[in-house]
């Protein structure tokens, strides 16, 4: 398989920007039964999840993994819907920003983190006791699936360089 790039660029107040990366692999293209399939697995996990909570949740998962077409997409997507510049940009530091989230979107992004990350092999107990004590059962059931679909989503984002920029939600 061969790499390519792009040799596209835009410029800004300061010049020209770095070339922006082509995609890697169309993996939609290859495997479309699979692609519908995460399409499916996103339309489940979504379901009665309020909105806001699901893209805070699907926001910093992809930051967590760098994943920057999902950065690109779900800030856009959150904006479109009325989410505020300000939460967006402090959800990078939303431990040190409190103040900007509920005590629920707080105890959804812990697990957020925790689930996304597993640096220890698995959940702290005192995370999901904390969002246990936020969410009923079926509610937490949701959200774990809402953060196991946008962790797969990043990973095929970031395995295929999705490229950044070019999307444009739905409601716009």
């Avoid at 893209?55 to 967590?64: E, F, G, M, N, T």
């Avoid at 431990?95 to 959804?108: D, G, I, K, P, V």
């Amino acid at each position: 398989m061969t790499t390519t790039t792009s040799t596209s660029h835009t410029t800004s107040a300061s010049g020209a920007t770095a070339h922006e990366h082509a995609p890697r692999l169309a993996l939609a293209e290859l495997l479309p039964d699979f692609y519908r399939a995460m399409v499916r697995l996103e339309t489940a996990a979504a379901k009665d999840v309020d909105p806001t909570l699901y893209h805070l949740i699907k926001l910093r998962a992809s930051q967590v993994n760098r994943c920057a077409f999902c950065i690109d997409m779900h800030a856009k997507d959150a904006l479109a819907e009325g989410e505020t510049i300000e939460r967006i940009v402090q959800l990078s530091a939303w431990e040190e920003s409190r103040h900007f989230y509920t005590e629920r979107e707080l105890a959804a992004l812990a697990l957020t983190e925790a689930v996304t990350v597993l640096t220890d092999g698995f959940v702290p107990d005192e995370v999901y006791a904390r969002a246990a004590a936020h969410f009923d059962e079926t509610e937490l059931a949701r959200v774990i699936a809402a953060i196991t679909t946008i962790n797969a989503w990043n990973r095929i984002g970031v395995t295929t360089r999705m490229t950044p920029g070019h999307y444009t939600p739905r409601s716009a």
